[in-house]
């Protein structure tokens, strides 16, 4: 068995399971490398959307929901709300199976006494509410385009030569823009602060980040699982660290390389 890292909490998003850009290798070995009271499931864990084929299921992908179902039999209480990706999830709302609950949104409570909504936050982006078919099209292409990607680096993999990426950057650009677009993160915040809460964690747009705002306020978003390799975890003394997966790290996880993943906050933060 790996050695563990324990955690008050653990929040992770964006692992699309099924699709052709989850990298769902990383994301199993971190869920296997922690061990936490708390696991949130902020949404989109599996791709209901574009991850229908079975051959697009990997055995790694099987491990992830093995391991979230492992630890819930061994005491952590794990929180799944779903997003745009596996909203067919909704139809569980309120539904509690051993330590598992499923619900729309939940209440957090640090350690150090902040109320955190956690929440996946599709439903402040109009492209997924207002223009839902342009969505779904779109993560369809988007799919295609991870195929072609994956059929040319086979290619230039046989020829000798470097792959190339090109989804990646595709992806990064439309989630910043929809971002933008739709005002998104401006959104989730105003909701979270007169419902009474003191931050958010969200993911759905891709952009890892952990900032302080005023009155300190916290924005979190926990990233992803296709381009960032990303989780925010919790400390015992309620820090909120934002930690990216390192491809060239011999540590199973290290600190970000980007200046908003390095912060951590704390009440000394407000």
């Known amino acids: 068995m790996l050695p563990q890292t324990h955690f008050r909490s653990v929040f992770v998003s964006d692992i699309h399971l099924g699709a052709v850009g989850s ?56 929180r799944y709300t779903p997003g745009n990706h ?24 640090t350690a150090d006494g902040r109320d955190l909504l956690v929440v996946h936050g599709d439903l402040f982006d109009r492209s997924c509410t207002k223009y839902q078919p ?41 989630k910043k823009f ?9 959104s989730v915040m105003d909701y979270a602060r007169e419902s009474g809460f003191d931050g958010v964690v969200c993911g759905h747009v891709h952009r890892p980040q952990i900032q302080i705002c005023d009155n300190g306020f916290v924005y979190v978003n926990t990233g992803d699982w296709v381009e960032h390799c990303t989780a925010v975890v919790e400390h015992e ?17 290290t600190l970000g390389a980007w200046e908003a993943i390095k912060k951590l906050v704390s009440p000394a933060a407000k």
């Open 23 to 78: 990298q769902t290798e990383p994301a199993l070995r971190f869920l296997e490398s922690v061990s936490c009271d708390y696991l949130y499931l902020v949404g989109d864990v599996i791709d209901g959307w574009v991850g229908r084929k079975d051959r697009k299921w990997t055995p790694m992908g099987t491990g992830i929901i093995r391991e979230v179902l492992e630890k819930g039999n061994k005491g952590t209480v794990v």
């Open 86 to 109: 596996d909203a067919f999830m909704r139809r569980m709302h309120g539904v509690q199976l051993g330590n598992i609950f499923i619900e729309h949104s939940f209440l957090h409570t």
């Open 134 to 174: 342009v969505a779904f099209i779109g993560a369809w292409a988007y799919e295609y385009l991870g195929m072609a990607n994956s059929a040319l680096n086979k290619k230039r993999n046989k020829d000798g030569k470097r792959p190339i990426d090109f989804t990646t950057v595709t992806k990064r650009g439309i």
């Open 178 to 186: 929809i971002g933008k677009a739709t005002n998104y993160e401006q």
């Open 237 to 253: 003394d309620g820090r909120l660290e934002l930690l990216r997966f390192s491809q060239d790290s011999q540590q199973e996880f």
